[in-house]
Nanobody
Framework: QVQLVESGGGLVQAGGSLRLSCAAF????????MGWFRQAPGKERKCVAS????????YYTDSVKGRFTISRDNAKNTVYLQMNSLKPEDTAIYYC????????????????????WGQGTQVSVSS
């Protein structure tokens, strides 16, 4: 089993930036597809970004394209989410997730495909 620990959330004004980090413990990080999800109050959890094992393929939901960047450092067992030009609608709890299925290629946006989840980190953007 893989344990994930997120950090980097906080309160920021609109237009500001935050960088989320997710450290993985256990398993072989380079074999994991990684994703960032978010859940706002009263809304379902949704994939924000996903990155393939090598980092060569990425996915972004439309609302964050051009503002967020997902990246990974396999030597540090860490995935990042750089968030720029933050908007109040980005306010949510952000979760890091790992897909352990060896047969899957590329990226995935389905929460059901992810096997391990972090505890979540709150991101709040004030207007």
């Amino acid at each position: 089993q893989v344990q994930l620990v997120e950090s980097g959330g906080g309160l920021v004004q609109a237009g500001g930036s935050l960088r989320l980090s997710c450290a993985a413990f256990g398993g072989t990080f380079s074999k994991l597809i990684m994703g960032w999800f978010r859940q706002a109050p009263g809304k379902e959890r949704k994939c924000v970004a996903s990155i393939s094992r090598s980092g060569g393929n990425t996915y972004y939901t439309d609302s964050v394209k051009g503002r967020f960047t997902i990246s990974r450092d396999n030597a540090k067992n860490t995935v990042y989410l750089q968030m720029n030009s933050l908007k109040p609608e980005d306010t949510a709890i952000y979760y890091c997730a790992a897909d352990l299925d060896w047969y899957r290629v590329g990226v995935t946006v389905n929460s059901g495909d992810y096997d391990s989840w972090g505890q979540g980190t709150q991101v709040s953007v004030s207007s």
